[in-house]
T-cell receptor, first 114, second 110 residues
Framework: EAGVVQSPRYKIIEKKQPVAFWCNPISGHNTLYWYLQNLGQGPELLIRYENEEAVDDSQLPKDRFSAERLKGVDSTLKIQPAELGDSAVYLC????????????FGPGTRLTVL | GESVGLHLPTLSVQEGDNSIINCAYSNSASDYFIWYKQESGKGPQFIIDIRSNMDKRQGQRVTVLLNKTVKHLSLQIAATQPGDSAVYFCAERTGNQFYFGTGTSLTVIP
């Protein structure tokens, strides 16, 4: 069984440019998460989806970040415009249980904003 | 926000020895805890979990202990191997949220 797939693995952009990350969760997992992870820190939740619905986006900086999960499968996280402080690893995770069961993480996208 | 902290940011152990990684959590209402292992360039990988109605759970070479009285969680790795070198995170669930600790970097010395 394939795990959570993310692309790209690495992205380098200049500040003020837009960037998008893509995630394909484990087949059958209805719950999808986007996390931000700074160096040496644990993941911090940005948004959680149950199928197509964003059920928790309280930590998502909505002035520049947006996310979508059309058809309740793949998801895209976008930053526009990117700032220097956005440099981090963006992790996608999915879980089978709708009630916040064990999460399975993808490899992440390492973003560097110059 | 929640505070999930680890007592030691780094830990070095000799190959074959047992490792103990500790984690303190702050919310007594947390009902579920997970330990994750994260290798360089990879996402966190589930190791073992425990619910708040338990105080011990064993897996293959790993044991998680939960002390709700002092809000402390530990991960014990038996016969530590070089492949165990990674950063280990504890995570607690409170309500609908998971909160991750800072992480402990485990280095296994051959």
């Amino acid at each position: 069984e394939a795990g959570v797939v993310q692309s790209p693995r690495y992205k380098i952009i200049e500040k003020k440019q837009p960037v998008a990350f893509w995630c394909n969760p484990i087949s059958g997992h209805n719950t999808l998460y986007w996390y931000l992870q700074n160096l040496g820190q644990g993941p911090e939740l940005l948004i959680r989806y149950e199928n197509e619905e964003a059920v928790d986006d309280s930590q998502l900086p909505k002035d520049r970040f947006s996310a979508e999960r059309l058809k309740g499968v793949d998801s895209t996280l976008k930053i526009q415009p990117a700032e220097l402080g956005d440099s981090a690893v963006y992790l996608c995770a999915s879980s089978l249980d709708p009630g916040l069961g064990t999460q399975y993480f993808g490899p992440g996208t390492r973003l560097t904003v110059l | 926000g929640e505070s999930v902290g680890l007592h030691l940011p780094t830990l070095s152990v000799q190959e074959g020895d047992n490792s103990i990684i500790n984690c303190a959590y702050s919310n007594s209402a947390s009902d579920y805890f997970i330990w994750y292992k994260q290798e360089s360039g990879k996402g966190p990988q589930f190791i073992i979990d425990i619910r708040s109605n338990m105080d011990k759970r064993q897996g293959q070479r790993v044991t998680v202990l939960l002390n709700k009285t002092v809000k402390h969680l530990s991960l014990q790795i038996a016969a530590t191997q070089p492949g165990d070198s990674a950063v280990y995170f504890c995570a607690e669930r409170t309500g609908n949220q998971f909160y991750f600790g800072t992480g402990t970097s485990l280095t296994v010395i051959p």
